[in-house]
């Protein structure tokens, strides 16, 4: 199967967002092993845990394997009932880390969250800041979302700083469980009207045109209701 018609049936392998050097690109087999090659490098401080799933714990190859299996397990979860967005991001065309977006019911309610990682060698350069504001632009401007929502613990610093940043709005706080402790995690919001606002100062982030390709084609794949998109 060529390429071509693998886009023709699964839109979400085609597309692209672009602003100068940074590119959010589909996750196909090449990108998932140079993901976890990088993961298995190092994420984050080994003193903290920044994600709900501890999936970082372990070896180098146990990491590389559940970055591999995450990959794996969330290609078909790309439809109007179920949606799960994840794109490696490649700075100068060197794999950095990934960025996704889930959901639920999205012809209907066309909200999903946000998540990503760097890998650590790439932490301090404003890639996080950068990264996340091509991914708004591609939710909101080429899919149409009506709110984007994010969460990070209270003792993650750097992702609480982007998503405010950014523009996220904070909407509460929920207690969880982190590795078997009561943990705080800090929720953010941003609607529709929200991104009109600040539209203009991610732009200015990522300090080059967005170029989104491939993105009307999700967009008609996953659907809408009227209701949703008035």
């Not at 190092?42 to 994600?51: A, K, N, T």
């Given at each position: 199967m060529t390429s071509d018609s693998l886009v023709s049936l699964w839109p979400a392998a085609g597309v692209r967002a672009h602003a100068g050097n940074l590119e959010l690109r589909w996750i196909d087999d090449g990108l998932a092993l140079e993901l976890a090659r990088l993961a298995a490098r190092?994420?984050?401080?080994?003193?903290?845990?920044?994600?709900n799933f501890p999936w970082t714990r372990g070896s180098a190859e146990e990491v590389s394997r559940?970055?591999?299996?995450?990959?794996?397990s969330n290609r078909a979860n790309v439809g109007p009932a179920k949606l799960a967005l994840e794109y490696a991001v490649?700075?100068?065309?060197?794999?950095?880390?990934?960025?996704?977006a889930s959901g639920s019911e999205w012809p209907i309610l066309r909200s999903v969250e946000t998540g990503s990682w760097l890998g650590l060698e790439h932490h301090?350069?404003?890639?996080?800041?950068?990264?996340?504001?091509?991914?708004?632009?591609?939710?909101?401007?080429?899919?149409?979302?009506?709110?984007?929502?994010?969460?990070?613990?209270d003792d993650n610093p750097a992702s609480n700083a982007v998503s405010l940043k950014t523009g996220y709005e904070p909407a509460g706080a929920v207690r969880v469980v982190r590795e078997g402790v009561a943990a705080t995690q800090i929720r953010y919001r941003m609607t529709r009207q929200r991104w009109d606002e600040v539209r203009d100062r991610n732009a200015g982030y990522l300090g080059a045109p967005v170029r989104l390709e491939g993105?009307?084609?999700?967009?008609?794949?996953?659907?809408?209701?009227?209701?949703?998109?008035?």
């Open positions: 190092g994420v984050h401080d080994p003193e903290r845990m920044p994600f559940n970055v591999l299996t995450y990959h794996w490649l700075v100068d065309g060197v794999v950095v880390g990934s960025q996704g301090g350069r404003g890639i996080g800041t950068r990264m996340r504001a091509l991914m708004l632009h591609l939710l909101f401007d080429g899919l149409e979302a009506a709110e984007v929502t994010s969460t990070a613990f993105a009307a084609e999700l967009r008609d794949f996953l659907g809408a209701t009227a209701e949703a998109r008035s």
